[in-house]
Nanobody, 121 residues
Framework: VQLQASGGGLVQAGDSLRLSCTAS????????MGWFRQAPGREREFVAT??????SVYYSDSVKGRFTISRDNAKMYLQMNSLKPEDTAIYYC?????????????????WGQGTLVTVSS
């Protein structure tokens, strides 16, 4: 399975961006999906996750209320509003091993190549 993330870019603080992720396998719609990010010099961290049918979502405290995760079968989105400089990172989408949402990177089997989001102050 290949995951293709897109939508990153350079924006100013307070702006919005929408990230997209497409899985190559149609049956990926049966799996949970998630977004993680890694800032320079920092470890990868969980951002948001969604279960197979979109009925269950979770967010990290740092993005809750600003980011919205959604999906349409094997495509996943991350709407990012009110962006802050601390949101600057490479954002990775991932496909879970199971149908449920998960905040742990260990529960994801496939990873995309990442898309860079840079937020200037």
């Amino acid at each position: 399975v290949q995951l293709q993330a897109s939508g990153g870019g350079l924006v100013q603080a307070g702006d919005s961006l929408r990230l997209s992720c497409t899985a190559s396998r149609r049956t990926s719609s049966n799996n949970g999906m998630g977004w993680f990010r890694q800032a320079p010099g920092r470890e990868r961290e969980f951002v948001a996750t969604i279960n197979w049918n979109g009925g269950s979502v979770y967010y990290s405290d740092s993005v809750k209320g600003r980011f919205t995760i959604s999906r349409d079968n094997a495509k996943m989105y991350l709407q990012m509003n009110s962006l802050k400089p601390e949101d600057t990172a490479i954002y990775y989408c991932a496909l879970a091993r199971r149908a449920c949402a998960s905040t742990s990177a260990n529960n994801y089997q496939y990873w995309g190549q990442g898309t860079l989001v840079t937020v200037s102050s």
